[in-house]
């Protein structure tokens, strides 16, 4: 919430807003494009209460909702993905005269903010202490759902292991966290800890293992389930061998994230890889990169990472918006790199991530 200095004897409403902040991709005309995206967008339509919370989000001190302060906090009623898909239509709009074929998000930064106000005949922003709007029907606050108050208590989930029982190791900023007893993998869901399958790529002289989301998923609107379909997709200068045909496709997609470009660029590269062997279940020994990025967010980025693949574009591009990818299954991955001079590097399959790119000690 914004913080501010409560007026006594004032009825305090806060009204909610979402914050998004992450990458757009666009894939335009025969190109994939990349902008940053920092927006916040009302939780609830209404034509009483701003927008937007312009800039205040970015640059205004904010705290953790608490059960403490007084006043009503309204429920959202919009879903931070009815948000993302009207960026996206305002955005197709703006894109009239031009091809954009598909959009798609990383996200980085997904928050929800309650900004007050004072509520009487007219709504008063009480940061501000100004009106921002003249009339406000009496019946409103009856219109809206309040936030049970429960939901305004941050939960902690405890870090210990599900399974056996063990402390869980994970960096701050992990959305998964791994068991070094028995091997497991947990990530946060529905206020409990929900078992992620795991495995690795084995390289005895790994010196980093970074995590990928290997993805089996159901692909309509073009012929995309085996190796050899995907030889014609990308028109790898690969003559298609017997059996290819039978050797099943993956979706491979970061679990961390990286500048647009080169995030772009890693999944693409993992995607024509297409690494046959088979993972070892559970953890490596050794130093895990954080997974930092869900594999609900890595699915959103599975349709720019196939236009990515496809060639040429020209004509591939336009059969993105007939193309639905429902993914089926996933595991969370562990690839091992050596460290180079500057890079960390993926010898087998031709990878190379300028060292500056990833952060070991402030992630
Ligand atoms: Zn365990």
């Excluded at 998000?105 to 929800?112: A, R």
């Excluded at 501000?128 to 941050?154: G, K, Y």
């Excluded at 990818?325 to 300028?354: C, D, T």
């Amino acid at each position: 919430m914004l913080a501010h200095t409560p007026h006594p004897g004032k009825k305090l409403v806060f009204f909610p807003y979402w914050r998004y902040r992450g990458i757009r991709f666009n894939c335009i005309e025969n190109e994939i494009e990349h902008q940053f995206v920092d927006v916040t967008h009302q939780a609830i339509d209404s034509p009483f209460f701003p927008a937007s919370m312009g800039l205040r989000a970015q640059a205004m001190r904010l705290s953790f909702v608490s059960p403490q302060p007084t006043g009503r906090f309204l429920a959202p009623a919009l879903s931070v993905q009815d948000v993302l898909k009207r960026q996206e239509q305002r955005f197709k709009s703006e894109m009239v005269g031009r091809n954009a074929y598909h959009q798609s998000h990383v996200g980085e930064v997904l928050s929800l903010i309650y900004s007050p106000f004072y509520v009487g005949t007219q709504v008063v922003d009480a940061v501000l202490n100004r009106p921002v709007s003249d009339t406000l029907p009496e019946s409103f606050l009856d219109t809206v759902a309040v936030l049970d108050p429960s939901a305004r208590q941050m939960r902690f989930l405890s870090a210990i292991c599900p399974a056996c029982g063990w402390n869980l190791s994970g960096e701050r900023n992990a959305i998964v966290l791994t068991c070094t007893n028995c091997n497991s993998a947990w990530q946060p869901a529905g206020g409990s800890l929900k078992q992620v399958p795991n495995g690795f790529l084995v390289d005895e002289d790994a010196d980093l293992f970074l995590p990928f989301w290997r993805i089996a998923a159901d692909i309509s609107g073009i012929p995309l389930s085996s190796y050899a379909d995907l030889v014609h997709l990308a028109n790898l200068p690969r003559v298609v061998q017997k059996g290819w045909d039978q050797v099943p496709f993956y979706f491979w997609s970061l679990a961390f994230r990286l500048s647009p470009k080169v995030f772009l660029s890693l999944s693409i590269r993992m995607n024509l890889t297409q690494p046959q062997e088979k993972p070892v279940p559970g953890n490596p020994r050794g130093t895990l990169y954080p997974a930092t990025l869900s594999v609900t967010e890595a699915v959103d980025t599975l349709k720019t990472s196939l236009a990515g693949m496809m060639k040429p574009t020209d004509t591939g591009f336009p059969k993105l918006p007939q193309i639905h990818i429902k993914p089926l299954r996933f595991a969370l991955v562990y690839i091992p790199f050596r460290s180079g001079h500057h890079e960390w590097l993926q010898p087998k399959f031709s990878m190379a991530i300028n060292k500056n790119t990833l952060s070991l000690t402030d992630h």
